[in-house]
């Protein structure tokens, strides 16, 4: 049941691509705190408030930005060794 009340809150859940498209809108322009609204004039789509929320949320959530009063800023850094791990890999 709460899982509906959910579905009926939130009408447009983002795709991948989307939250990948803000995150790296994000991680390009890490060295100041941006608005929302700057955001998405930074974004090269445009993209739905509502759906910008949920992905501020996500990423909130799971220790990628910190939202303030000067606005929201990128925060995360891979580790080490994810970084070397996938240094020499090949892609598919």
């Known amino acids: 049941m ?24 994000l991680k390009k322009h890490q ?3 941006m ?3 700057e955001l ?3 974004l090269p789509k445009k993209i739905m408030h509502q759906t910008l929320k949920i992905i501020l949320i996500y990423l909130w959530k799971s220790g990628k930005i910190i939202y303030g ?5 990128w925060i995360y850094t891979e580790p080490e060794h ?10 598919v």
Do not use: A, H, W
């Open 2 to 25: 709460n899982r509906l009340k959910i579905r009926q809150k939130f009408e447009r859940y983002p795709n991948l691509s989307t939250v990948i498209m803000v995150e790296d809108v």
């Open 31 to 33: 060295d100041i705190p």
């Open 69 to 73: 009063p000067k606005g929201l800023q």
């Open 82 to 91: 994810l970084k070397k791990m996938l240094e020499n890999t090949i892609e």
């Open 40 to 42: 998405k004039s930074l």
């Open 35 to 37: 608005k929302i609204s």
